[in-house]
């Protein structure tokens, strides 16, 4: 690439544009988990309707990560970004305009549809448009990028919310992305450079469509199964979920022996360290998946705390997770290797039980200020875990599969969080006292469910603390690449 001034400038326009798609779409998710009380209120949302406004966005980003990938290399990368960019701003005024909470689910599945085609595309514009000796700096904004959507999601969410501008309530959190989303498609036809893989492989839609409707077959009858007094219906779903999943895997081989070309590489499974990390993304994402929702109702619809409240509560947390972070990566994981990640998950869960104990202690009259250190322990110990986890899981895999791994740590981590989303109704609202709420007990009765949703928290901490012993016990030196996708995926727990 030239070096010349004004291609110079072109190119910084180009990161701006990209780093501020990225932005949207981790404050987007983050946002909408403060708004949900209010959205309940004015649409009279049920509790399975709620969780579909945060599972229907991270099940169709998780369908759609590796097949947006796949679509940016075979139809050029800005193309790609442009669509996803168009769809993701159509898509949040869909859901800033819905009268209906069903509508809203709908158009929030189309945002994280719109989402997985734009997000994969970030990393390899950056990779195209910067050489080798920029991308470090690159790939710091970018972090800078990650940790600020993390910590400023919640607040902006709060805060919106409360000002219940032009008395649109909660519906600015969506439609503040229109300007911006219509600014980033200007200046993107403007300023970002087409690129395309050389050797892109053909789209499996066959493998797309088996494993979106085998997780659908899983996840919807877990999500609504609750509310509909698990049907019988919902378990043979469930149970037929594994034979198509199964199917997909047959596929997969028979596409891989026949162009090459499958959705997923299933011979990095043979590497034991991605294999067990593939294991640990699932694990972990379950966990955000849980932790986030419960949360957010605890606070919201149990104690009764305005939206800005609990935002501001959540400052701790994020502010530990990214210190924490900085730390694992510079100064840990380099000298103790995947002990620091162990000792994430145990400190994790030394949080997890803190607050427990908090919410059976205090009760209704529970502070923000005592909610303050099992945050903070817990944000220390995500923050262990998430930044060096990527480099760990892709540490052994060839080289050339690398960008494979990636794309399917990050779709599996995805599905890992609508899984959690999905178990909500088992784990939180499955034990939620509703004659209580009815009666005007609703923080004994959230607060009960609560601490019930944080024992299954803690015992997938356990699961996650076994499943890091297949890590290897030093990662090798990653490439730049893989560098950027586990600052990437540092950020996506705190949009869960």
């Given at each position: 690439m030239s070096t010349d001034p004004p291609l110079d400038r072109r190119r910084w326009i180009a990161l701006a544009v990209v780093l501020t798609a990225s932005f949207m779409d981790l404050v987007d998710v983050t946002i909408v988990n403060i708004a949900m009380p209010s959205i309940s209120k004015d649409l009279g949302a049920s509790f399975s309707v709620l969780q579909w406004i945060t599972e229907g966005y991270a099940l169709a980003f998780a369908a759609g990560l590796i097949t947006g990938g796949r679509l940016g290399d075979i139809f050029g990368r800005r193309k790609i970004f442009l669509l996803g960019m168009s769809g993701f701003t159509v898509a949040s005024m869909l859901c800033g305009v819905a009268a209906d909470p069903h509508l809203l689910v709908a158009s929030r599945i189309l945002q994280g549809g719109t989402a997985a085609l734009m997000v994969p595309q970030v990393l390899a514009i950056v990779h195209s448009t910067f050489p080798a000796h920029e991308r470090g700096k690159v790939f710091g904004m970018f972090g800078a990028i990650v940790g600020l959507g993390a910590v400023s999601g919640p607040i902006l969410g709060a805060l919106l919310t409360e000002w219940n501008l032009f008395g649109l309530e909660w519906r600015p959190i969506f439609l503040v992305n229109l300007p911006v989303g219509i600014a980033g498609l200007i200046l993107g036809r403007r300023f970002i450079s087409e690129s395309r893989s050389a050797d892109a492989l053909k789209l499996d839609l066959v493998g797309v469509v088996l494993a979106t409707l085998g997780i659908v077959m899983f996840l919807y009858p877990l999500t609504q199964g609750r509310e509909l007094g698990w049907p019988l219906w919902g378990w043979l779903s469930m149970a037929g979920s594994?034979?198509?999943?199964?199917?997909?895997?047959?596929?997969?081989?028979?596409?891989?022996?026949?162009?090459?070309?499958?959705?997923?590489?299933?011979?990095?499974?043979?590497?034991?360290?991605?294999?067990?990390?593939?294991?640990?993304?699932?694990?972990?994402?379950?966990?955000?998946g849980i932790f986030f929702l419960c949360w957010t109702l605890y606070m919201q619809l149990g104690l009764g705390w305005s939206p800005l409240r609990a935002g501001l509560t959540g400052i701790p947390f994020s502010l530990a997770v990214s210190v924490a972070a900085g730390m694992s990566v510079q100064k840990l994981v380099p000298r103790f290797g995947r002990k620091v990640l162990q000792t994430g998950a145990l400190v994790m869960a030394a949080g997890v039980l803190t607050y427990i104990w908090e919410v059976g202690h205090f009760g209704a009259d529970i502070q923000p200020w005592q909610m303050a250190l099992p945050l903070v322990v817990m944000g220390a110990g995500m923050g262990l875990i998430v930044a060096p986890l990527t480099e760990a899981v892709i540490a052994e895999v060839p080289r050339e599969h690398s960008g494979s791994a990636s794309g399917l740590i990050n779709t599996t981590q995805q599905l890992g969080n609508a899984v959690g989303l999905g178990l909500v109704s088992v784990v939180f609202f499955g034990v939620l006292d509703e004659g209580a709420v009815a009666e005007g007990r609703a923080a004994t009765a959230f607060a009960d469910a609560y601490r019930h949703a944080m024992w299954w928290v803690a015992g997938l901490l356990g699961v996650v603390l076994a499943l890091m012993f297949a890590l290897p016990r030093r990662s090798k030196e990653a490439p730049a690449e893989s560098e950027a996708v586990a600052v990437e995926s540092a950020g996506e727990p705190m949009a869960a």
């Open positions: 594994a034979v198509v999943l199964a199917l997909f895997v047959r596929y997969e081989r028979h596409k891989k022996a026949k162009d090459g070309s499958p959705l997923v590489e299933l011979s990095l499974f043979s590497v034991k360290s991605f294999a067990g990390g593939i294991g640990v993304q699932l694990a972990f994402g379950i966990v955000c």
